[in-house]
Nanobody, 121 residues
Framework: QVQLVESGGGSVQTGGSLRLSCELS????????MGWFRQAPGEEREFVAT????????YYADSVKGRFTISRDNAKNTVYLQMSSLRPEDTAVYSC??????????????WGQGTKVTVSS
């Protein structure tokens, strides 16, 4: 059974940092590009970042570029999202996904359940 499990969400103040983790089980992790998406209440799902299968290529949404860093450890079947200089507008449920390298949700076949991030001013 393929499964993605996120962890690391929580509540922080503006300017704070969090690191999200997402572990894949049931599939060969290194065969997938990985992505992070987020969805705020009442909003559509939004692309955040993606990383290639080997980790040598990354791409970010303009809204998080320079503040967030996506990385992966294929030996641990885990992708990370290091978030710094957090803003209230970063508040959302963050989900990881496994699939093809890209910014559209349809490019990803497997999704985690999400972890909530709340940034207070």
């Amino acid at each position: 059974q393929v499964q993605l499990v996120e962890s690391g969400g929580g509540s922080v103040q503006t300017g704070g940092s969090l690191r999200l983790s997402c572990e894949l089980s049931g599939r060969t992790f290194s065969l997938y590009s990985m992505g992070w998406f987020r969805q705020a209440p009442g909003e559509e799902r939004e692309f955040v970042a993606t990383i290639s299968r080997t980790g040598d290529i990354t791409y970010y949404a303009d809204s998080v570029k320079g503040r967030f860093t996506i990385s992966r450890d294929n030996a641990k079947n885990t992708v990370y999202l290091q978030m710094s200089s957090l803003r209230p507008e970063d508040t959302a449920v963050y989900s990881c996904a496994a699939g093809s390298f890209g910014t559209r949700p349809i490019q990803y076949a497997v999704w985690g359940q999400g972890t909530k991030v709340t940034v207070s001013s």
